[in-house]
């Protein structure tokens, strides 16, 4: 059973371009769910998508934006990169419940490295 | 503004010690989660407490939360090289847990 899948590992962009990362949730889930962590901070929460639509979002600007695919996959495209967006971009996979069961929690993926120059 | 505080953010152990690491929240939240990271790697379930009064055990590490007092406890037993890592705790601002609120994490360092 393949876990959370994220492409790519490692990426260099310069300020000013547009990003686009991809996550592939674990089997079975249905909510994809996107961080950033800056390094020695913990994760922030950007966004989350559920039957392809965002229904929470966290405290970052327009320029991050999402997207979920039919199969539950999903891109996280950030537009008009800044130097302080480089960080750990982490992807969670959950499968939507009651928020009563074990089975809420998110797994995450390996991450991808955005380095912006 | 949800507010996670995790203290202490930096604690250097010995090995065989005991010791706590606290993690304090500013909204009611009956969910909490605590996760592992070693460097340059991506988070690692440890635990998830979904009740006032939860308590989890795994080896060496025990979670507990207090949700009237807003506090979970990571306590760490007789510890040992394999336990250095960071250590987050999250608290979740949804009601399925999909959208946590970290805290900074405590990097846990073990000598002997």
């Known amino acids: 059973d393949a876990g959370v899948t994220q492409s790519p590992t490692h990426l260099i962009k310069t300020r000013g371009q547009q990003v686009t990362l991809r996550c592939s949730p674990k089997?079975?889930?249905?909510?994809v769910s996107w961080y950033q962590q800056a390094l020695g901070q913990g994760p922030q929460f950007i966004f989350q998508?559920?039957?392809?639509?965002?229904?929470q979002r966290g405290n970052f600007p327009d320029r991050f934006s999402g997207h979920q695919f039919p199969n539950y996959s999903s891109e996280l495209n950030v537009n008009a990169l800044l130097l302080g967006d480089s960080a750990l971009y982490l992807c969670?996979?959950?499968?939507?419940?009651?928020?009563?069961?074990?089975?809420?929690?998110?797994?995450f993926g390996p991450g991808t490295r955005l380095t912006v120059l | 503004e949800l507010k996670v505080e995790q203290n202490p953010l930096f604690l250097s152990m010995q090995e065989g010690k005991n010791y706590t690491i606290y993690c304090n929240y500013s909204?009611?939240?009956?969910?909490l989660y605590w996760y592992r990271q070693d460097p340059g790697k991506s988070l690692e379930s440890l635990f998830v407490?979904?009740?006032?009064?939860a308590v989890k055990q795994e080896g060496r590490l025990m979670a507990s939360l207090d949700t009237k007092a807003r506090l979970s406890t990571l306590h760490i037993t007789a510890a040992v090289h394999d336990l250095s890592a960071t250590y987050f705790c999250?608290?979740?601002?949804?009601?399925?847990?999909?959208?946590?609120?970290f805290g900074k994490g405590t990097t846990l360092s073990v000598s002997s």
């Open positions: 969670a996979s959950s499968l939507a419940g009651t928020g009563t069961s074990l089975t809420d929690t998110q797994y």
């Open positions: 089997s079975g889930h249905d909510t």
């Open positions: 998508y559920y039957e392809e639509e965002e229904r």
């Open positions: 909204t009611t939240s009956d969910r």
């Open positions: 407490l979904l009740s006032n009064g």
């Open positions: 999250a608290v979740d601002i949804t009601q399925a847990g999909t959208a946590l609120i």
